[in-house]
């Protein structure tokens, strides 16, 4: 008959066995320490595996096609060439900039109806004063809604910010010349120079408009009730800020995208790779995540120890949290202020650009260089999959 005691070496970390024999027969603890680390570990590679698995998605707008269509046809039938900028406006449809053709329409989600806003389908800068639909835009890429309902919206190769009317359906330009530059803070803003402008929004509260004037490496501010166009941050180099400097008079690197919560404008920085704030009170920056460097991690990491490469779109949710478009990685991120991470849910990094609606086992949703962002009020996200050629929704399964 036998029987067994067992002692343990810490120093080694080995377990040994002593029968009555005292022969001392040496077991395997790395193994032991293993299973226990997997089995420690197991609830978090779920959670990953379930964020990354537990979204479907599906085509709104787009057919896949890029080609120059003309006529109001229903939305998923039709060819969208490039679509950049979405937003969801005052009544709940879909607005996307079509930046191969130059025009935005407007999508009922209801009906699957389109119908043009702005734009003929041929590249220009001309039509102010007239009908938008009549007007030759250049790459409008990135659309805001005033509280009056009018239209707000970038042309990154105009150099502009122009303006729809909500009750005439009237294009004005609001900024900029037509050409690029850097000039005109503390004048009239349509006196001014922007370069690239990629990103806007609007604050009703303070009656301004910011930009992110990417080519200037600066975000500008419109007073909608003067004109007058300022420098509400960078300096035209290119340097990542430092976490809690004053917005004005200190670098920025890159502001490609822009969104409003109360107080904080969110900064999307291209070639930053990262997440900013700038407190609007305060007048200072404030690190969220990224380490400033190209990267990608499929799973959920602390949110300043985060890579992103070239993020391009952000928006808000409704519970607080910040959808960002991590273009050059084909995904879909999302920031939790509350507990500071980043999760990925859709798309797995920059070699694995492609089309797939719904993430199965492994396998997840797929894009191929999604660009601009916009959240309703139920939480569904959509996104304009650039070169699929689609915009695409985002919702989480029940």
């Not at 922007?194 to 007073?223: E, F, T, W």
């Not at 109360?262 to 404030?286: C, F, N, P, V």
Request: proline content about 5%; charged content about 25%; overall charge positive.
């Amino acid at each position: 008959m036998f029987y067994f005691s067992h002692s343990y070496n810490p120093t080694r970390g080995l377990l040994y066995r002593k029968d009555e024999n005292a022969m001392r027969q040496r077991l395997v603890m790395p193994i032991l320490f293993y299973c226990f680390a997997f089995t420690n570990l197991l609830p978090e590679m779920k959670l990953a595996g379930q964020e990354r698995n537990g979204w479907n998605s599906r085509t709104v707008a787009g057919n896949g096609g890029d080609q120059l269509e003309r006529g109001e046809k229903p939305a998923t039938g039709s060819q969208i060439g490039q679509p950049f900028g979405v937003e969801i406006g005052p009544e709940g449809h879909l607005f996307i900039t079509e930046v191969a053709h130059h025009r935005i329409w407007k999508v009922d989600l209801n009906t699957d109806q389109k119908t043009l806003i702005a734009g003929t389908g041929r590249r220009g800068y001309q039509g102010d004063g007239d009908a938008a639909t009549n007007a030759q835009l250049n790459e409008p890429y990135e659309l805001r809604f005033s509280r009056s309902g009018d239209i707000y919206f970038v042309e990154m190769q105009n150099h502009v910010i122009r303006k729809v009317a909500k009750k005439t359906g009237v294009i004005s330009t609001i900024a900029g010349t037509g050409l690029p530059g850097f000039s005109g803070d503390g004048g009239p803003a349509n006196e001014a120079k922007l370069n690239r402008p990629h990103s806007l929004v609007i604050d009703d509260h303070h009656q301004k408009i910011y930009v992110a004037d990417i080519g200037n490496h600066r975000i500008r501010a419109i007073d909608l009730d003067t004109g007058i166009i300022s420098t509400l941050a960078g300096t035209g180099e290119k340097k990542l800020p430092t976490d809690g400097q004053t917005s004005e008079g200190s670098p920025i690197l890159g502001p490609r995208a822009l969104a409003l919560q109360a107080d904080q404008l969110w900064i999307a920085l291209r070639e930053g790779h990262s997440l900013w704030y700038l407190d609007l009170e305060s007048k200072t920056l404030h690190h969220a995540a990224g380490v400033g460097k190209k990267g990608f991690e499929q799973d959920r990491i602390p949110a300043k120890k985060a890579h992103f490469r070239g993020p391009k779109g952000i928006a808000l949710t409704p519970n607080g949290n910040i959808v960002i478009v991590d273009t050059e990685n084909h995904a879909i991120r999302i920031y939790s202020p509350s507990d500071r991470h980043v999760t990925t849910i859709a798309g797995s990094g920059p070699d694995d650009a492609g089309f797939q609606e719904n993430g199965i086992g492994n396998h997840p949703i797929r894009m191929n260089r999604p660009h601009g962002v916009t959240v309703d009020t139920q939480g569904r996200i959509y996104v304009g999959d650039t070169l699929n050629h689609r915009v695409r929704e985002l919702s989480r399964r029940k």
